[in-house]
């Protein structure tokens, strides 16, 4: 059973950093494609991020420069780095799994591509 565990949001100042980590547990697949989402009330569910098992990443032009993702193969864990946190960066954030076998992996890709959710970290960035 494949489980993924979100933690390290909080709420920040603007300028502000944190780092979002993913616990990855169950998850036997040979490949991967992985994606932060986050979510704001009433609006859709958008990739922000995403790592596939060649290390390649794709971002979101809101967050370029300012998040980065990574997997440490090691621990099972995903990242997301954010730094100069701005207030339209408030959300729920979510990490996403899928092997990606059949779907073209990065930023973009819909929501429900993904197999595998965790419940979400909530991020609030304050002026």
């Known amino acids: 059973q494949v489980q993924l565990v979100e933690s390290g949001g909080g709420s920040v100042q603007v300028g502000e950093s944190l780092r979002l980590s993913c616990a990855i547990s169950g998850y036997t697949y040979n490949s991967f494609c992985m994606t932060w989402f986050r979510e704001v009330p009433g609006e859709t569910r958008e990739g922000v991020a995403t790592?596939?098992?060649?290390?390649?990443?794709t971002y979101d032009d809101s967050v370029k420069s300012r998040f980065t993702i990574t997997y440490d193969n090691a621990k099972n864990t995903l990242f997301l780095q954010m730094n100069s946190l701005k207030p339209d960066d408030t959300a729920m954030y979510y990490c996403?799994?899928?092997?990606?076998?059949?779907?073209?992996?990065?930023?973009?890709?819909?929501?429900?591509?993904?197999?595998?959710w965790g419940q979400g970290t909530q991020v609030t960035v304050s002026s």
């Open positions: 996403a799994a899928d092997p990606g076998d059949d779907m073209y992996c990065y930023s973009g890709a819909d929501r429900d591509e993904y197999k595998y």
């Open positions: 790592i596939d098992s060649g290390g390649s990443t």
